[in-house]
Each structure stands twice: as C-alpha cells, then as structure tokens.
C-alpha cells in the first residue's frame, strides 16, 4: 500500500448528526454531541469520520438541502465548534470529510433566490429554467417540461409563477438542480471545496454526483424519459445519470481543488453507476475520485419499480459484490458498504434481527464486509448492530422520501396504505436515522429534551453502554474486524476469489497475499450447514482467526449466522 493509498488501510465511520449526540437537549444531535463522543471513535479504531451535512439548511431533506456552503447550520454549532471537532478528530489520528452536495442546492440559497428573480439575471443561468411543454398552458398537470418524476414523488420540474418556468429538481422541489453546464457554478464550487480544505478537512463524499451532467439537446431541451405501467412519472435517468460531461467535470474538480494536496480521501456516491464507469471513475491515472458507492447490492432486492420488495437471493448478492471485486482488480479500488443514513438496517436486512440471531448475524455481516477488497464505511449504530424501527403508521415517519412516495402511491397509484406501509418498514430511510442509543436510559442518551425521531424501544438491550462492557459484544467484534484491516495486509491488499457462488447459505471467499490466505464462510441462514470446498481438511487444521460463536467448529459445518475466517501461511 502506498503512502498516497493509506485509505486502503482505514475504516470510515459515518455520523448523522441529527441523530447521533444532542449536547444541549433540543432532540437534534449537534457537533458538540460529536465532539463529546470521539473518544468512543478512537476507541473504536476507525481512521475516517464522515459528516452527513452540517450546513445552514431548511432541513426539507434533513440537511441534503444546503442554503448556505461555507457556513455551519445553527441546530447544530457553528464554525468555531467545527473547528474543535475538526481538531479533536485530528488529536486522535482520524481523518473528516464532508458531504457535498452539489447536484442540487437549496432554493433558499442566495444563488437561488437570484436565479429565480428575473429571466435577466446573472444567475439564471445556474440553474435549469425551461419553458411550459409548446402548446400547453404552463402550471397546468402535464405541462412540465420533460415527463421525469422527482426521486421523492411527483413531477422533477415545479412551475415557478415570477418568471412563468420551470426548474428542475430531481430530488424534492426545495432542491433545484445547479446547472454545471454554466462554468461559474463549477468555479464557485471549486471555490468552496478549497475553502473547507484550507480549512484542514481531509476530503469529501461527494452526493449523487453521478447526476450532475444531463443530456441536453442542441435547442437546450432535456428529452422525455421512459414510462413503466402503473408509475405516475416517467424515469429520467438516462439523461443524467452518469451523463456525457461527467468525467470531464470530475477530472476539472480534480485539477482545480485536489491537485498537489496529499492526504485526501474523494468518495463519489453513484447510483447506478456501472462497473466499467467505476473504472473509468477511480483509475488513479485520470485524476477523478478515490473510490465509488455503487448501489448494485443494495437494490438487489427490490423489482424494477424500486417500491417492489423482492425476496434476497444470496447468490444474486454474491454474483454482485464477485462482479465488483473482480472489476477492480486490476485497478481503480471499492468502497464497501451495508448501511448508510439512505438504507434499513443492515442485521434486519441482511441478518437476522430476533433476539436469537441478532448479534450473531450483526457480527457474521460486518466479518463478510470487511474482509472483501476494498475500504469499509460503518454507519452509526452498525456496530452496536442497531435494528430496523417497529413503524406502525405513516404518522411515524419522518423522511421526506417516505412521506412522497406514500402520497403519490395513495393518491395516483391506487395502493393501499397497508401495502406502502409494508415497503416503508422494511426500506424506509428513517430505520437508519433513529437516534443512536447510548445507554439504556429514557431516551437512550441520546437527549434529555425529546427526540426528533423516536429512540428504538430496543435501546434498553442494544446500546453503547452494555456493548462497550461485553467483550462478546457487536462493538468489540467491530474493534476486532477494524484492527486486523491495519495489522494483516492480506485484509487491505489481498487477492479476492468467491468460491460456492451456486450456494443459498454459505458467502464463503479466500484472499490471498504472498504466502499468506484466508479463507471466509459466513452464513447466512438459520439452519446448520456444511461447507463443501476444495481443501475443506486442510482448512479446517488452519488456524481459526474469527469465529463468532463459542466452541470449536466441526469440518467447516457452521451453525446459524455463524462466521468462520481461516488463516494459513
Ligand atoms: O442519495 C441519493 C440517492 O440515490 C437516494 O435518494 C436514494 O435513491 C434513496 O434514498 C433510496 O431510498 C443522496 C443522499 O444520500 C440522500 O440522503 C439524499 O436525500 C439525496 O442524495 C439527495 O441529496
């Protein structure tokens, strides 16, 4: 590993700050609250700190809607407190990075609230206007410049009466799209990314950045895009996901704000995004980005219509993350992943979330993950294997995407409540943003003053507090996966090879460095099996590096949600 490549070699741990420490009881975590955890961090082991944002903002998408770039959001500090974090995180060797979030800004931005004033004025232009469809009387149902839907629910384009257009939004209509055709709001942005560099943060994860070049025709206009049965909206994803000026603005983002600074870590969050792209995106010959979110096992169970559950197939899940550890091989490097502040939680997912299998399956998935090639993120609470939420009714949730799409399954898709409400449980992002539980107490440490978000009746079993005591926990297992990432480089730089990729139960691979292998089977069923791998006696005279239940195993047969990692040399 290279000196320039140390993020081979650490864990990033992603804060959402609303929901992770409130230091002064409002119920909204803050950086204070943070800055009062880092030791538990360090303790953890993790290198990087990912901040969900902390800009100044309307909160419509929980922060993913900035008013303000070079500012802090007054709930939760402001730039003398991130300063503080910024160096207490540094004090103890870990590393920050922001979120960016330039697809879209706020309409409350002052770039907006310029742009939106007059067809004449200078910011325009940075953002996309259109007019009414020809021949359709503007702000009336269908007029809308192309027929996408917006990712939260209804049209991607909202009539706007002072100037009688339309602006984009492909998220909610408080997040209209910044128009990176326009050179100036790419300087701006470079601008503002050098700014929090000089700052001394250590880099960024830069949202949906995938989507920041459309499509445009040669007359300016954006095309329709495709129509499935029953949807109320088009999908418009062809013409600006991964569109035709992307790597040319990544590699000018590179040129302008990274170039000549050492240390950084760059993340590109990409749905969508397709091996081959991901080459493209993070072969370090082309000055883009570090490493890529790809969404490719995180969408493997739901249809074509992303509200449809589809049953999990382990061996669709393997054949995902084979594809991408061979992809990237070579060159270019992954980014790994089971949770984030967008996904339910990954022992309720993934694993098994009774009290029978939980900690169990917590500690299987988490050894899965972190011994694949490539950087592992933990989302907050993952290590204390933090569950889905018992919702009951729409009234429970909070997230802007849940409330959308509820309405617009309702109201224009003819579903039942029961049936959305089935979805939202399982997928629903607010399962990720309950408060994260500290301790057993009321609100589970999290507040003295009441929550945003209702604390996970669980709290009182599943908390910090208790993990930390129990060396058997999910929290020091997590410890465990992160040290060994440091101390054996076969888990940083090893070969990786999927083996039984034909088995529903067993996700068994080996890495290899030098002379040194490990073998990895976890399992991932409630039922007792046996894994029939080439070598299987030599294997099982290795030594046993991890297991995650008491005893010593039988022949490689694994009992439920057991994980068994061999080493040889
Ligand atoms: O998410 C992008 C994204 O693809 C999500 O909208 C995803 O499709 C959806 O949540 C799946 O349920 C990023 C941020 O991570 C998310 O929190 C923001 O809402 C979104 O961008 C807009 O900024």
């Known amino acids: 590993v290279a000196k320039s490549d140390w993020w081979k070699k650490a864990v990033v741990y992603q804060v959402y700050p609303r929901s992770f420490a409130d230091s002064d009881g409002d119920g909204m975590g803050d950086l204070r609250g943070i800055i009062d955890h880092l030791d538990y961090l360090a303790d953890l082991g993790v290198g990087v700190l990912w901040l969900s944002p902390i800009y100044p903002s309307p909160q419509d998408d929980n922060g993913y809607d900035i008013s303000d770039y070079q500012d802090i959001e007054p709930l939760f500090g402001d730039l003398d407190t991130f300063d503080e974090l910024l160096a207490g995180a540094h004090a103890r060797g870990i590393k920050l990075i922001m979120d960016l979030v330039v697809n879209h800004s706020s309409d409350e931005h002052q770039w907006f609230q310029e742009s939106r004033s007059s067809k004449d004025s200078p910011k325009r232009d940075w953002y996309w206007w259109r007019p009414a469809r020809p021949g359709m009387e503007p702000g009336t149902p269908g007029a809308e410049p192309t027929n996408w839907g917006s990712v939260f629910g209804g049209p991607a384009w909202e009539y706007d009466e002072t100037t009688g257009e339309y602006y984009l939004h492909l998220f909610s209509k408080k997040q209209p799209d910044l128009n990176w055709e326009n050179p100036e709001v790419r300087q701006a942005v470079h601008a503002m990314m050098r700014w929090w560099l000089d700052r001394g943060v250590d880099g960024f994860r830069m949202d949906v950045i995938n989507m920041i070049s459309k499509v445009v025709g040669p007359d300016g206009s954006l095309p329709d895009g495709r129509m499935s049965a029953g949807a109320a909206y088009a999908d418009g994803s062809d013409s600006f996901v991964g569109g035709p000026r992307l790597h040319e603005f990544l590699q000018e983002m590179h040129r302008e704000v990274f170039a000549g600074r050492e240390g950084l870590l760059t993340v590109a969050e990409t749905p969508g995004v397709t091996v081959e792209q991901a080459r493209l995106h993070t072969d370090p010959e082309r000055h ?216 529903e139960r067993l996700y068994a691979f080996t890495r290899a460095l030098g002379g040194t292998e490990l073998l990895v089977i976890g399992n991932f069923s409630g039922e007792r099996v046996r894994a029939e791998i080439d070598d299987a006696q030599a294997w099982s005279a290795a030594e046993l590096l991890l297991n995650n239940l008491p005893g010593t195993p039988a022949d490689l047969t694994l009992d439920p949600w057991q994980v068994l990692v061999y080493k040889r040399t």
Not at 320 to 332: E, K, M, P, T, V
Not at 337 to 352: E, L, M, T
């Open 288 to 503: 883009e980005v570090d490493m890529v979110f790809q969404f490719d096992h995180v969408w493997v169970d739901r249809g074509p219509d992303p509200w449809l559950l589809v049953p999990l197939r382990l061996t669709n899940l393997k054949a995902i993350f084979g594809r991408w550890q061979a992809g990237l091989a070579d060159l270019g490097w992954n980014s790994l992943y089971w949770n984030n502040h967008d996904q339910p939680r990954a022992v309720s997912r993934y694993g098994d979330d009774s009290p029978e299998f939980r900690v169990a399956s917590a500690k299987m998935l988490g050894a899965v993950l972190h011994l694949h090639r490539g950087t592992p993120y933990v989302y907050q609470g993952e290590e204390l294997g933090m569950t889905n939420y018992p919702f009951t009714g729409i009234e429970d949730f909070r997230d802007i995407e849940a409330l959308g799409h509820y309405r617009q399954a309702l109201d224009m898709e003819g579903r039942s409540p029961e049936e959305v409400l089935t979805v939202l449980r399982a997928r629903g992002r607010d399962n990720a943003r309950t408060p994260m539980q500290w301790d057993d107490s009321p609100h589970a440490g999290f507040t003295t003053g009441t929550p945003w978000l209702a604390v996970n009746p669980n709290h009182r079993e599943i908390n910090a507090a208790a993990a930390q005591a129990d060396p058997g926990s999910v929290f020091h297992w997590y410890r465990r996966l992160i040290e060994l990432r440091k101390t054996e480089p076969v888990v940083a730089d090893g070969d990786f090879t999927m083996l039984l990729p034909n088995d």
